[in-house]
Structures are given as structure tokens and as C-alpha cells.
């Protein structure tokens, strides 16, 4: 399928649709080589193949993610405001653990959709986690405007 959507980009290179189609081909071909606990981070596995842990398996998973990555790149420069694509962008990120990029468009997210609790929340964590408490209590405070679990959720993160 990747290949019939590259010969349709040849076709039309400017297609948003075609563009989306071959990202969302790269990013499942990608996280079919990322390890599983990274993809569900809460689920609970009692074992996991020790390929997940091998360089091959890591070099894969980066190869179709940064090409899942460019794709959507291609996409924000055509609509520079779409949300799927900032929260793909976020997502790619997130799995490659790149945290200052994923806060960048999850902040552009958080302009499109400013009543958005859940990204309120996840904007929070990756603050603490960055070391950046003020933004993170910033988010506290939002949040707790608006809903106090999510804020008892988000505080819990404070370190």
C-alpha cells in the first residue's frame, strides 16, 4: 500500500489526502517495530520478545516513524492548523520520546482547542516532566477550573 500511495503522490503531489493516507501507512508499519510497553505503556505484560530490544527492531521503528514524521510535515506546511496533523506530529513524538517537540505541538493544539481537559493534562505532565513546574502549575490551575480530576490527575505528576 505504501507504494501505490508514493505513485499517487507522483500523480498528486499536493493531495492532502494522499499525504495523510501514506503517514498513517508509516506510522502503523512503524510501531509494528516499536516495543510494545513503549506503545501501551500501562498495560501490565508478563513477556515480551527479546527482539523489541534489539538495534534492528529500534532502527526499524525510527526509519517508518521519520518517514511517518516527514509526511506530516508535508501536510502541516499545506495546512498549517489542521489538528489530526499536530496530534499525529505530538504522537510520532511522543514514541520517539523527543518531549520538547511534543510539547511544541501539543501547545499549538492546546491554541486550536483551549477547552481541551484532556490536552490541558497532557501538556501538564510532559511540563513536569521537562523540569518546567510554572508551566505545569499553569496547567494545574487551568484544569482545576474546569475539572478537579483531571487536576488531582495532573498534580500527581508534580515533582
Not at 24 to 38: F, Q, V
Not at 63 to 92: G, H, M, V
Amino acid at each position: 500500500s505504501i507504494n501505490l500511495l508514493l505513485s499517487l503522490v507522483k500523480t498528486d503531489p499536493t493531495s492532502l489526502k494522499v499525504h495523510a493516507s501514506l503517514a498513517t501507512a508509516y506510522a502503523k508499519l512503524s510501531e509494528l517495530y516499536l516495543h510494545p510497553k513503549k506503545l501501551t505503556p500501562r498495560n501490565v505484560m508478563t513477556w515480551i520478545p527479546q527482539e523489541y530490544k534489539s538495534s534492528f527492531m529500534e532502527n526499524a521503528f525510527l526509519k517508518y516513524s521519520n518517514k511517518a514524521i516527514e509526511e506530516l510535515q508535508i501536510l502541516q506546511e499545506l495546512s498549517p492548523n489542521d489538528p489530526w496533523t499536530l496530534a499525529q506530529l505530538a504522537n510520532q513524538y511522543r514514541l520517539q520520546e523527543k518531549i520538547e517537540q511534543e510539547i511544541t505541538h501539543c501547545e499549538k493544539l492546546l491554541d486550536l482547542s483551549p477547552e481541551n481537559k484532556d490536552l490541558m493534562l497532557q501538556l501538564g505532565v510532559l511540563y513536569f516532566k521537562k523540569g518546567q513546574s510554572g508551566k505545569g502549575l499553569k496547567m494545574y490551575q487551568r484544569l482545576l477550573s474546569n475539572s478537579s480530576d483531571k487536576a488531582r490527575e495532573l498534580i500527581a505528576h508534580y515533582e
